[in-house]
Protein backbone atom coordinates (compact mmCIF):
# COMPACT_ATOMS: atom_id res chain seq x y z
CA UNK A 1 0.00 0.00 0.00
CA UNK A 2 1.33 3.13 -0.77
CA UNK A 3 -0.02 6.69 0.07
CA UNK A 4 -2.56 7.93 -2.34
CA UNK A 5 -1.37 10.96 -5.20
CA UNK A 6 -2.55 14.14 -5.02
CA UNK A 7 -5.69 14.52 -7.68
CA UNK A 8 -4.52 17.99 -9.32
CA UNK A 9 -1.63 20.25 -8.90
CA UNK A 10 -4.06 22.83 -7.77
CA UNK A 11 -4.82 21.44 -4.18
CA UNK A 12 -1.17 22.16 -2.90
CA UNK A 13 1.16 25.31 -3.92
CA UNK A 14 3.18 23.98 -6.93
CA UNK A 15 6.43 26.35 -6.48
CA UNK A 16 8.52 23.56 -5.88
CA UNK A 17 9.73 23.97 -1.93
CA UNK A 18 6.40 23.94 -0.93
CA UNK A 19 5.39 21.28 -2.63
CA UNK A 20 8.05 18.89 -1.84
CA UNK A 21 7.69 19.94 2.00
CA UNK A 22 3.81 19.15 1.78
CA UNK A 23 4.26 16.02 -0.18
CA UNK A 24 6.93 14.99 2.57
CA UNK A 25 4.47 15.22 5.42
CA UNK A 26 1.90 13.45 3.50
CA UNK A 27 4.04 10.80 2.85
CA UNK A 28 5.16 10.52 6.60
CA UNK A 29 1.39 10.80 7.98
CA UNK A 30 0.80 7.69 5.89
CA UNK A 31 3.51 5.59 6.53
CA UNK A 32 2.74 5.78 10.38
CA UNK A 33 -0.53 5.66 10.98
CA UNK A 34 -2.16 4.26 7.70
CA UNK A 35 -1.87 0.36 9.30
CA UNK A 36 -3.72 1.23 12.20
CA UNK A 37 -6.53 2.96 9.58
CA UNK A 38 -7.01 0.13 7.74
CA UNK A 39 -7.28 -2.05 10.95
CA UNK A 40 -9.86 0.61 12.28
CA UNK A 41 -11.50 0.53 8.68
CA UNK A 42 -11.74 -3.28 8.48
CA UNK A 43 -13.02 -4.18 11.76
CA UNK A 44 -15.56 -1.48 10.99
CA UNK A 45 -16.29 -2.32 7.22
CA UNK A 46 -14.82 -5.43 6.14
CA UNK A 47 -12.05 -6.35 3.94
CA UNK A 48 -13.82 -5.25 1.01
CA UNK A 49 -14.53 -1.67 2.02
CA UNK A 50 -11.00 -0.81 4.05
CA UNK A 51 -9.15 -0.17 1.48
CA UNK A 52 -11.71 2.00 -0.11
CA UNK A 53 -11.92 3.82 3.46
CA UNK A 54 -8.25 4.30 4.00
CA UNK A 55 -7.82 5.73 0.76
CA UNK A 56 -10.65 8.79 1.30
CA UNK A 57 -9.35 9.61 4.95
CA UNK A 58 -5.81 10.44 2.87
CA UNK A 59 -7.16 12.10 0.47
CA UNK A 60 -9.30 14.36 3.14
CA UNK A 61 -6.00 14.22 5.06
CA UNK A 62 -3.99 15.53 1.61
CA UNK A 63 -7.09 18.35 1.15
CA UNK A 64 -6.64 19.65 4.54
CA UNK A 65 -3.07 18.96 5.28
CA UNK A 66 -2.50 23.00 5.96
CA UNK A 67 -5.01 23.35 8.47
CA UNK A 68 -3.41 19.99 10.17
CA UNK A 69 -1.67 20.64 13.19
CA UNK A 70 1.48 19.15 14.25
CA UNK A 71 1.06 16.28 16.96
CA UNK A 72 -3.13 16.63 16.44
CA UNK A 73 -3.00 14.32 13.13
CA UNK A 74 -3.51 10.87 14.40
CA UNK A 75 -6.85 11.95 16.34
CA UNK A 76 -8.05 14.18 13.31
CA UNK A 77 -7.24 11.04 10.65
CA UNK A 78 -9.14 8.82 13.34
CA UNK A 79 -11.99 10.86 13.35
CA UNK A 80 -12.10 11.21 9.54
CA UNK A 81 -12.54 7.58 9.10
CA UNK A 82 -14.57 7.31 11.85
CA UNK A 83 -17.04 9.55 9.93
CA UNK A 84 -16.22 7.99 6.37
CA UNK A 85 -17.68 5.33 8.19
CA UNK A 86 -20.62 6.14 9.68
CA UNK A 87 -21.28 8.02 6.10
CA UNK A 88 -21.45 5.24 4.01
CA UNK A 89 -24.04 3.24 6.15
CA UNK A 90 -22.94 0.08 5.03
CA UNK A 91 -20.48 -1.60 7.74
CA UNK A 92 -20.94 -5.00 8.61
CA UNK A 93 -22.47 -5.67 12.75
CA UNK A 94 -19.25 -4.42 14.42
CA UNK A 95 -17.11 -6.83 16.19
CA UNK A 96 -14.31 -6.11 18.40
CA UNK A 97 -11.02 -6.08 17.21
CA UNK A 98 -10.22 -6.74 21.68
CA UNK A 99 -10.66 -9.75 21.04
CA UNK A 100 -8.26 -10.69 17.91
CA UNK A 101 -5.26 -11.23 20.33
CA UNK A 102 -6.96 -14.30 22.05
CA UNK A 103 -8.03 -15.42 18.84
CA UNK A 104 -4.59 -15.46 17.18
CA UNK A 105 -4.19 -18.48 19.69
CA UNK A 106 -6.26 -20.36 16.51
CA UNK A 107 -3.06 -20.77 14.59
CA UNK A 108 -1.35 -21.47 17.74
CA UNK A 109 -2.81 -24.89 18.59
CA UNK A 110 0.20 -26.22 20.62
CA UNK A 111 0.35 -23.34 23.30
CA UNK A 112 -0.30 -24.32 26.63
CA UNK A 113 -4.09 -23.14 27.75
CA UNK A 114 -5.50 -22.99 24.31
CA UNK A 115 -8.70 -24.34 25.52
CA UNK A 116 -9.13 -21.63 28.21
CA UNK A 117 -8.45 -19.13 26.15
CA UNK A 118 -10.50 -20.60 22.98
CA UNK A 119 -13.37 -20.29 25.92
CA UNK A 120 -12.73 -17.02 27.24
CA UNK A 121 -12.09 -15.39 23.58
CA UNK A 122 -15.89 -16.84 22.68
CA UNK A 123 -17.06 -15.44 25.95
CA UNK A 124 -15.68 -11.67 25.52
CA UNK A 125 -16.98 -12.05 22.00
CA UNK A 126 -20.81 -12.59 23.34
CA UNK A 127 -20.64 -9.90 26.38
CA UNK A 128 -19.25 -7.58 23.84
CA UNK A 129 -22.01 -8.13 21.20
CA UNK A 130 -24.61 -7.55 24.09
CA UNK A 131 -23.69 -4.37 24.01
CA UNK A 132 -24.61 -1.11 22.21
CA UNK A 133 -22.35 -0.35 19.59
CA UNK A 134 -21.46 3.12 21.36
CA UNK A 135 -20.28 0.68 24.06
CA UNK A 136 -18.51 -1.02 21.44
CA UNK A 137 -16.79 1.87 19.79
CA UNK A 138 -15.36 3.33 22.88
CA UNK A 139 -13.69 -0.30 24.48
CA UNK A 140 -12.20 -1.12 20.96
CA UNK A 141 -10.87 2.73 20.57
CA UNK A 142 -9.53 3.11 23.87
CA UNK A 143 -7.88 -0.54 23.91
CA UNK A 144 -6.98 -1.53 20.59
CA UNK A 145 -5.72 1.31 18.57
CA UNK A 146 -3.49 2.87 21.32
CA UNK A 147 -5.01 6.28 21.33
CA UNK A 148 -4.33 8.27 23.87
CA UNK A 149 -7.43 10.00 25.60
CA UNK A 150 -6.98 13.12 23.72
CA UNK A 151 -7.08 11.57 20.48
CA UNK A 152 -9.74 8.81 21.24
CA UNK A 153 -11.96 11.67 22.36
CA UNK A 154 -11.15 13.58 18.93
CA UNK A 155 -11.65 11.30 17.16
CA UNK A 156 -15.37 10.44 18.18
CA UNK A 157 -16.19 13.93 18.29
CA UNK A 158 -16.26 14.71 21.79
CA UNK A 159 -14.70 16.47 24.72
CA UNK A 160 -11.72 14.52 26.83
CA UNK A 161 -14.17 15.16 29.53
CA UNK A 162 -16.84 13.52 28.11
CA UNK A 163 -15.13 10.50 26.57
CA UNK A 164 -13.68 9.65 29.81
CA UNK A 165 -16.78 9.56 31.75
CA UNK A 166 -18.92 7.50 28.78
CA UNK A 167 -15.71 5.06 28.69
CA UNK A 168 -15.74 4.33 32.37
CA UNK A 169 -19.59 3.87 31.82
CA UNK A 170 -18.80 1.17 29.04
CA UNK A 171 -15.99 -0.53 31.13
CA UNK A 172 -18.75 -0.55 33.79
CA UNK A 173 -21.65 -2.26 31.45
CA UNK A 174 -19.06 -4.57 30.04
CA UNK A 175 -17.49 -6.02 33.14
CA UNK A 176 -21.44 -6.80 34.26
CA UNK A 177 -22.23 -8.29 31.31
CA UNK A 178 -19.04 -10.43 31.81
CA UNK A 179 -20.16 -11.74 35.26
CA UNK A 180 -23.78 -12.25 34.13
CA UNK A 181 -22.08 -14.34 31.09
CA UNK A 182 -22.28 -18.03 31.78
CA UNK A 183 -18.58 -19.53 30.03
CA UNK A 184 -20.15 -22.41 28.47
CA UNK A 185 -22.56 -21.17 25.90
CA UNK A 186 -21.16 -21.06 22.67
CA UNK A 187 -21.49 -18.20 20.33
CA UNK A 188 -21.07 -18.33 16.35
CA UNK A 189 -18.35 -18.74 14.86
CA UNK A 190 -17.89 -15.64 12.18
CA UNK A 191 -13.90 -15.07 12.35
CA UNK A 192 -12.79 -11.74 13.92
CA UNK A 193 -10.79 -9.29 12.00
CA UNK A 194 -7.12 -9.49 12.76
CA UNK A 195 -5.11 -6.00 12.76
CA UNK A 196 -1.65 -5.93 10.72
CA UNK A 197 0.80 -7.97 12.60
CA UNK A 198 -1.05 -9.55 15.05
CA UNK A 199 -0.18 -12.92 14.30
Do not use: N
Not at 73 to 83: D, H, I, N, S
Amino acid sequence: MSPPPPTSTGDKPSCGGAMQSSSGRMTDLFRAHADDIHAYARWRVGDGEAGDVVGEVFLAAWRSLDSLRPGQERGWLFGTARRIVLARRRQSVARSALTSRLTATRDRAVADGVAEQVVLTDRVRRVLDSLSEADRELLVTASWFDLSPAEAARALGVSRPTYAVRLHRARSRFRAAFHRTPADQRADTRPMPVREGAR
